[in-house]
């Protein structure tokens, strides 16, 4: 074991909570987890090495073997299986003469079936040394070792002191906001005339956002346009990529989809010009009227039957910048709570709404015991569930804003946000939008002056545990084994530690604060038009991330929202992802979601299964990923 190893683990609190992340950043380390290195870990954080080891092996991320200088993981996902990903996989195993699990003689590479990489909406998706690579083609299989790099390091730590720490001055807390935010303007109104987002989530990474980039950066550089270009988030629209937003002061916001590096010159040439015609271009204008040929957004098929609430940032903010979410309204719903609403004025505009949580939060509240906790469970492993990620890689204020006003309803002081091990981007982008607010007093001690305080940590999750279950996910934070408690148990009454503990997802937090906005604003229409997040994926024309009212249809959702079918194939029925799991057949297409007992809370996938797949193979690959 070298000292790189003795490095990550000083990094680590040496306490048995920390037993789970602790084998990950070592398992990055070495690429395995070697006897040695679970025996320094088990000594780091005070647990026997057999109990370590035992624990290790009840989670299928953890690796005890060492594999090839190159890992190659192929999704077995039901969306990438209906893809073709199963093909890939069979292919790579006749070219490497090996079988699926193994390492080829000379120990150059080894070849996995994966677990589903939740980036459903690009399906097939390999993922090679690390890094994930959407709609694989045959051709690309064969071109593999293109792919092949060196393993990319975490960037999950970040600490509040090494930003710029400001005092908000204020004697309230919308004051000491609109402080926050004033500065927020001025530092925007001294930014570059052009502003470039690079559609850089996940889903961008996988399909060469990176390159994009840097394209953008030297091309703008060498015309001397005072410009900036970022690395932004999707809207949504996954299979529109490599897609770019432009911003620029006096024009709409501009969304151009399907966009390459060749496009690049054209694109700057026709922004810069006499204002021609952006129509050799694809893509809309964020505005009612359209802008210089691009139609606006609402009459594009994938954006008009949705309804943005929750995702109405996604795709226009830089992800990194608390300016940007402090100028589009971010913690606005905060502060408004911290001045004029109790926790129970909160609960009761929570339930009113019809949303989940509340009876859990406060359940929690009214509980004796002391701490409380707070837990956002962001796994989100299972196949065709792919919407939390992208809220957290889109909008992380927002989430934390959320989860803020949730913990204050539920009288909790601390919270721990746990994100699935795989899910790098989100993490690394909540840490920074967590440090950032910590920076400036949105977490800690008397939030915005407020006697509210609230400690958020962020924890890296193991893949492994019964998906969506917060009986085994608990014992995961805690250090434990990956099973299921098998006493019943109420976490708001009794959860981690044996503290009352609330635990809810992404989307639930992401949607608080629209909510609680408009119920501030006394808009009781929009508290009644509550929307829902849907992973649309497998085999249509438009897969993505959708935001509609629950009075839209199946049919609705997948042939207008999603395009339909790829090649025009027929539709055998839908896999409904989430915590109910089951296929509709074509005679709920027109029922509305909320009307379907298989959409209700914890539903979040829809994965349309066309005429002439297997159900038995179906089956099977769900059983091989849940």
């Given at each position: 074991?070298?000292?790189?190893?003795?490095?990550?683990?000083?990094?680590?609190?040496?306490?048995?909570?920390?037993?789970?992340?602790?084998?990950?950043?070592?398992?990055?380390?070495?690429?395995?987890?070697?006897?040695?290195?679970?025996?320094?870990?088990?000594?780091?954080?005070?647990?026997?090495?057999?109990?370590?080891?035992?624990?290790?092996?009840?989670?299928?991320?953890?690796?005890?073997?060492?594999?090839?200088?190159?890992?190659?993981?192929?999704?077995?996902?039901?969306?990438?299986?209906?893809?073709?990903?199963?093909?890939?996989?069979?292919?790579?195993?006749?070219?490497?003469?090996?079988?699926?699990?193994?390492?080829?003689?000379?120990?150059?590479?080894?070849?996995?079936?994966?677990?589903?990489?939740?980036?459903?909406?690009?399906?097939?998706?390999?993922?090679?040394?690390?890094?994930?690579?959407?709609?694989?083609?045959?051709?690309?299989?064969?071109?593999?070792?293109?792919?092949?790099?060196?393993?990319?390091?975490?960037?999950?730590?970040?600490?509040?002191?090494?930003?710029?720490?400001?005092?908000?001055?204020?004697?309230?807390?919308?004051?000491?906001?609109?402080?926050?935010?004033?500065?927020?303007?001025?530092?925007?109104?001294?930014?570059?005339?052009?502003?470039?987002?690079?559609?850089?989530?996940?889903?961008?990474?996988?399909?060469?956002?990176?390159?994009?980039?840097?394209?953008?950066?030297?091309?703008?550089?060498?015309?001397?346009?005072?410009?900036?270009?970022?690395?932004?988030?999707?809207?949504?629209?996954?299979?529109?990529?490599?897609?770019?937003?432009?911003?620029?002061?006096?024009?709409?916001?501009?969304?151009?989809?399907?966009?390459?590096?060749?496009?690049?010159?054209?694109?700057?040439?026709?922004?810069?010009?006499?204002?021609?015609?952006?129509?050799?271009?694809?893509?809309?204008?964020?505005?009612?009227e359209g802008w210089r040929g691009l139609p606006p957004a609402s009459r594009h098929p994938f954006f008009a039957g949705q309804r943005r609430l929750i995702m109405e940032?996604?795709?226009?903010?830089?992800?990194?910048?608390?300016?940007?979410?402090?100028?589009?309204?971010?913690?606005?719903?905060?502060?408004?709570?911290?001045?004029?609403?109790?926790?129970?004025?909160?609960?009761?505009?929570?339930?009113?709404?019809?949303?989940?949580?509340?009876?859990?939060?406060?359940?929690?509240?009214?509980?004796?015991?002391?701490?409380?906790?707070?837990?956002?469970?962001?796994?989100?492993?299972?196949?065709?569930?792919?919407?939390?990620?992208?809220?957290?890689?889109?909008?992380?204020?927002?989430?934390?804003?959320?989860?803020?006003?949730?913990?204050?309803?539920?009288?909790?002081?601390?919270?721990?946000?746990?994100?699935?091990?795989?899910?790098?981007?989100?993490?690394?982008?909540?840490?920074?939008?967590?440090?950032?607010?910590?920076?400036?007093?949105?977490?800690?001690?008397?939030?915005?002056?407020?006697?509210?305080?609230?400690?958020?940590?962020?924890?890296?999750?193991?893949?492994?545990?019964?998906?969506?279950?917060?009986?085994?996910?608990?014992?995961?934070?805690?250090?434990?084994r990956a099973s299921p408690r098998t006493r019943p148990l109420r976490p708001h009454e009794s959860g981690l530690w044996g503290k009352p503990t609330v635990v809810s997802?992404?989307?639930?937090?992401?949607?608080?604060?629209?909510?609680?906005?408009?119920?501030?604003?006394?808009?009781?229409?929009?508290?009644?038009?509550?929307?829902?997040?849907?992973g649309v994926s497998g085999p249509v024309n438009c897969p993505g991330i959708v935001e509609v009212p629950s009075g839209v249809t199946l049919r609705e959702l997948v042939?207008?929202?999603?395009?339909?079918?790829?090649?025009?194939?027929?539709?055998?029925?839908?896999?409904?992802?989430?915590?109910?799991?089951?296929?509709?057949?074509?005679?709920?297409?027109?029922?509305?979601?909320?009307?379907?007992?298989?959409?209700?809370?914890?539903?979040?996938?829809?994965?349309?299964?066309?005429?002439?797949?297997?159900?038995?193979?179906?089956?099977?690959?769900?059983?091989?990923?849940?």
């Amino acid at each position: 074991m070298d000292d790189s190893v003795r490095l990550r683990l000083a990094g680590f609190p040496r306490e048995r909570t920390w037993l789970l992340p602790a084998l990950l950043a070592v398992q990055e380390t070495e690429g395995w987890l070697s006897s040695e290195a679970l025996t320094a870990v088990a000594e780091h954080v005070r647990v026997s090495p057999s109990e370590a080891c035992a624990i290790a092996t009840d989670y299928s991320t953890f690796r005890r073997v060492k594999p090839g200088s190159h890992l190659v993981r192929v999704c077995a996902g039901l969306s990438c299986r209906l893809a073709g990903a199963a093909d890939h996989l069979r292919a790579l195993e006749d070219r490497l003469g090996i079988a699926r699990g193994h390492t080829t003689p000379d120990g150059r590479l080894t070849l996995e079936e994966a677990e589903c990489l939740s980036m459903c909406s690009l399906a097939p998706v390999l993922e090679v040394d690390g890094a994930s690579h959407g709609r694989v083609t045959s051709a690309a299989v064969e071109r593999l070792p293109m792919w092949f790099r060196t393993r990319r390091p975490w960037q999950g730590d970040v600490e509040a002191s090494e930003l710029p720490q400001i005092r908000a001055l204020g004697r309230t807390a919308q004051e000491r906001l609109a402080y926050l935010r004033s500065h927020a303007e001025a530092r925007i109104r001294q930014r570059p005339e052009f502003r470039f987002l690079v559609q850089g989530g996940s889903c961008g990474e996988a399909l060469g956002a990176g390159e994009m980039l840097k394209a953008l950066r030297l091309l703008a550089a060498m015309r001397g346009l005072d410009a900036e270009v970022l690395d932004g988030a999707c809207h949504g629209m996954c299979s529109a990529g490599i897609v770019v937003e432009v911003q620029r002061g006096g024009w709409p916001r501009l969304t151009f989809t399907h966009l390459t590096k060749d496009t690049v010159p054209d694109l700057l040439s026709a922004l810069v010009g006499s204002a021609p015609p952006l129509t050799r271009f694809t893509g809309v204008a964020w505005n009612d009227e359209g802008w210089r040929g691009l139609p606006p957004a609402s009459r594009h098929p994938f954006f008009a039957g949705q309804r943005r609430l929750i995702m109405e940032r996604c795709g226009h903010l830089h992800p990194d910048s608390l300016d940007d979410a402090l100028v589009g309204g971010g913690y606005s719903a905060l502060a408004n709570v911290l001045d004029r609403q109790t926790p129970e004025d909160v609960l009761e505009e929570v339930k009113a709404s019809g949303r989940a949580g509340a009876a859990e939060w406060e359940v929690c509240r009214n509980a004796s015991d002391a701490p409380r906790y707070f837990v956002v469970n962001g796994e989100e492993g299972a196949p065709g569930l792919f919407a939390d990620r992208h809220l957290m890689e889109g909008d992380p204020h927002r989430v934390l804003e959320g989860l803020l006003i949730a913990a204050y309803a539920a009288g909790t002081n601390r919270g721990i946000i746990h994100i699935n091990g795989a899910a790098r981007l989100p993490l690394e982008r909540m840490a920074r939008a967590c440090a950032k607010a910590r920076a400036v007093g949105l977490i800690g001690d008397r939030i915005l002056g407020s006697a509210f305080s609230f400690h958020v940590e962020i924890r890296r999750g193991v893949r492994g545990f019964v998906r969506g279950e917060e009986r085994a996910l608990l014992p995961s934070i805690e250090g434990q084994r990956a099973s299921p408690r098998t006493r019943p148990l109420r976490p708001h009454e009794s959860g981690l530690w044996g503290k009352p503990t609330v635990v809810s997802n992404v989307e639930t937090l992401a949607a608080v604060p629209p909510l609680i906005a408009a119920g501030c604003g006394g808009h009781a229409r929009e508290r009644q038009s509550a929307t829902r997040l849907f992973g649309v994926s497998g085999p249509v024309n438009c897969p993505g991330i959708v935001e509609v009212p629950s009075g839209v249809t199946l049919r609705e959702l997948v042939f207008d929202v999603a395009a339909g079918l790829r090649d025009r194939r027929s539709l055998k029925g839908v896999r409904v992802a989430g915590s109910s799991g089951v296929v509709l057949g074509p005679d709920s297409l027109d029922v509305s979601l909320g009307s379907l007992d298989a959409f209700s809370a914890g539903v979040g996938g829809v994965i349309p299964i066309p005429e002439g797949d297997s159900a038995v193979e179906i089956e099977g690959a769900l059983r091989a990923t849940v």
